[in-house]
């Protein structure tokens, strides 16, 4: 099993940034790929990112160009850099991971963006 502990999310202006990080504890040797999901209110929860064991990324469409993901193995964390954030990223941000065929999902962080 993996658990997960999410933190950096935040209120900030639109056009700000913020580092969101996930740090991974358990069986972190057998994570497949690792990354960000969120989910707005009203709205269907959504790619934002993730990263797979042999370095391929995927971003969602909306946050191309904006957002980047990066890993720290040394520390067993994922970080979500976000980037020119817009209104229409307010979400709660979920790190998931997929280890040996299973999702783990974390309990998710509020990011808030205002106009």
């Known amino acids: 099993q993996v658990q997960f502990v999410e933190s950096g999310g935040g209120l900030v202006q639109a056009g700000e940034s913020l580092r969101l990080s996930c740090a991974a504890s358990?069986?972190?040797?057998?994570?497949?790929?690792i990354g960000w999901y969120r989910q707005a209110p009203g709205k269907q929860q959504e790619l934002v990112a993730t990263?797979?064991?042999?370095?391929?990324?995927v971003f969602g469409d909306s946050v191309k160009g904006r957002f980047s993901i990066s890993r720290d193995n040394a520390k067993n964390t994922v970080y979500l850099q976000m980037n020119s954030l817009k209104p229409e990223d307010t979400a709660v941000y979920y790190c998931m991971a997929v280890v040996t065929g299973y999702d783990y999902w974390g309990r998710g962080t509020q990011v808030t963006v205002s106009s």
């Open positions: 990263l797979s064991s042999d370095g391929s990324t």
């Open positions: 358990g069986s972190t040797y057998r994570i497949n790929s």
